[in-house]
């Protein structure tokens, strides 16, 4: 995530509901500096709160804009200003959906102790149903594969198997952990994947089906290198 400029854009592309007032509206082209400064403060207020930062300390956010405007040195870096904001994104994120989080890593610890699963040191655990004797494809290759996508309560989430059509892409356009897994799986193989939300879709989620801080279980079958 950034902050900078992006705050203000998002801002701006958002509405501010107010109470419908009986006087006039100023006239669009005489706005004075002072009712444009405050517009710009409501839209980011607002935006700030739409991101759940609602105990931010209005006296520092405006000490922050005014460094920039001014051209003062400001106490941090922006390179600074945006890790901060996005270690506290991440957090608040982590928060709010602590049960998926929670319910992943008990997921991966038990599972960890299954016999025929290897778990890797990026966190990526798997167990091979079918060995495969071909060649094992690179990062920039393309790949045909059947899959089959689960959530860890078995809701089917995407499939390829389901479709009855397998699908091609290059490993290094999809999610880290089949990435991961991929590149050492040899043509021939199928494996069942269980990849932690840091390897899947992490904070964001995917679509309606899967949501933020997912632990994901996939059947996978390498068919080919294209």
Known sequence: ???GLGVLILACSSKVTTKPSSEVPTPINNISMDTLSYSLGLLVAQNLKQQGLNKVSSADVADGIQDVISGAEPKLSLEEANQIFSAHMQKQQEEAHSGNVEEGKAFLMENAKKEG???L?????????TAGTGASPGPTDKVTTHYHG????????????????????PVNGVIMGWQE?????KVGSKWRLFVPHQLAYGERGAGGAIGPFATLIFEVELISID
């Open 1 to 3: 995530m950034a902050l």
């Open 150 to 169: 689960t959530l860890l309560d078995g809701t089917v989430f995407d499939s390829s198997v389901e479709r009855g059509q397998p699908a091609s892409f």
């Open 121 to 129: 040191d990026s966190g990526l655990q798997y167990e091979v149903i």
């Open 117 to 119: 699963v290897t778990s």
């Open 181 to 185: 897994a991929l590149q050492l799986m």
